[in-house]
Each structure stands twice: as C-alpha cells, then as structure tokens.
Nanobody
Framework: QVQLQESGGGLVQAGGSLRLSCAASGRTASSSAMGWFRQAPGKEREFVVAINWSGASTPYADSVKGRFTISRDNAKNTVYLQMNSLKPEDTAVYYC?????????????????WGQGTQVTVSS
C-alpha cells in the first residue's frame, strides 16, 4: 500500500514556474514507478510524465516536453515536477500516481495509487 500527498499547486501567470511535490509513504514507495497526470474541467485525465524507480526512464507527454522536468529523491520518498514556461492550457488538477512495479506506464489505468490532486491555474 502506498499513500500519496501532492503539494505546490497554485496560481501563476503565463510564462511562470511552479514546482509540485508528491510525498509517498508505504513500504514499497521507493521501488514504485511514479507518474503525474492532469485533468482539466470537462476533459479526460491525461498523462503528463512518469519516472521509473531509479529515475533513468522519464517519458514525457509531447505537450510538456522541454518545459516540465520530473525527478525523484528515493531517500525522501518524494517525486518532484518542475514546471517552467507555463501556459494557460496547463491549467488543471494535477495528480500524482504510483504503481507497485518499478517500470513506467503512460496509462492511468496502470496506476493503483493516487493522491488527491493539486490545482494549477495559469492566467493569461
């Protein structure tokens, strides 16, 4: 069992930056692949980025490549999402997710554990 808690969301102007954190607790947290997904009002949940247990594999959605960076600190059981050059279309609730294996997936159905989400709002 893994429990997840996101933090770091907020309101930012277009072109600004935010850093999201996801603190994980549970026996297998450090060996779990982690992902960030987002959901805007009226839209389906979409993949943003994921990271495998070692940090060596980090697939990104095309829409955030070059602007977002994922990282993890296994000693702290925390995953970070650095978001730069934010756009209004990045506005959404951002969710952290974990799966009980070490390799990544871009499908939200492959993740067993979810945080409650943190709101990111980018104004134009």
């Amino acid at each position: 069992q893994v429990q997840l808690q996101e933090s770091g969301g907020g309101l930012v102007q277009a072109g600004g930056s935010l850093r999201l954190s996801c603190a994980a607790s549970g026996r297998t947290a450090s060996s779990s692949a982690m992902g960030w997904f987002r959901q805007a009002p009226g839209k389906e949940r979409e993949f943003v980025v994921a990271i495998n247990w070692s940090g060596a594999s980090t697939p990104y959605a095309d829409s955030v490549k070059g602007r977002f960076t994922i990282s993890r600190d296994n000693a702290k059981n925390t995953v970070y999402l650095q978001m730069n050059s934010l756009k209004p279309e990045d506005t959404a609730v951002y969710y952290c997710a974990a799966r009980p294996v070490g390799w990544v997936s871009t499908k939200h159905t492959d993740y067993n554990y979810w945080g409650q989400g943190t709101q990111v709002t980018v104004s134009s």
